[in-house]
Every structure is written in C-alpha cells, then in structure tokens.
C-alpha cells in the first residue's frame, strides 16, 4: 500500500438510522442519575458519622475521663447532626 493516495475527508451527517427514534425524552436517565447521587451522599454522611463517632468516643477513652463528653471538630459535629441514624 502507499501512503501517496489522496484521503477522503469523512461524512459529516450521521448514517441513515432506519426504524430508530427517541418516543420520549430521556427521563428514566436523569432520574436514575439524580437517585444515584443522592444515595451516594446518603452513604458517604453515614460512613462519615460514623467514623466520626469512633473518633470522639477513642479520644475520650483515651484521656480516660468517663463520661464527660469530648468536643469534636466542626465536621465531626456536622457529619454527626446530619446522619439520622447516629
């Protein structure tokens, strides 16, 4: 083969789609788009309140003071606010 042949610039317009047509606007996909984010937050405030959690509780136990609650830092307190569940 040699490389002197003249190139073809390629076509612009899309081939010819036979049958294929969008019935209705993609919904289903942002829904499914914005339902993934808003589980992934969900999940990462949990995971974060939780470790959160770990953290203050092993630093009270460290300086062995019992009861008296140890203050967290401002995303330890934040994370805990947010998660229902801790």
């Known amino acids: 083969m040699s490389s002197t042949g003249t190139s073809r610039p390629l076509p612009l317009a899309s081939p010819d789609s036979e049958g294929f047509t969008i019935s209705r606007r993609p919904l289903l996909g942002f829904g ?6 808003v589980v ?8 974060g309140a ?3 959690s ?4 092993n630093r009270v136990l ?10 967290g830092d401002w995303w330890e307190d934040s994370l ?7």
Do not use: F, K, M, N
């Not at 460290?62 to 203050?71: F, K, M, N």
């Not at 805990?80 to 801790?86: M, R, S, V």
């Open 32 to 37: 499914l788009l914005g339902a993934t984010i």
């Open 40 to 47: 992934t937050l969900a999940v990462l405030i949990y995971l």
């Open 50 to 52: 939780w470790a959160s």
């Open 54 to 57: 770990d953290r203050i509780e």
């Open 62 to 71: 460290a300086a062995s003071t019992g009861g008296v609650h140890d203050q």
């Open 80 to 86: 805990l606010l947010a998660c229902p569940l801790h």
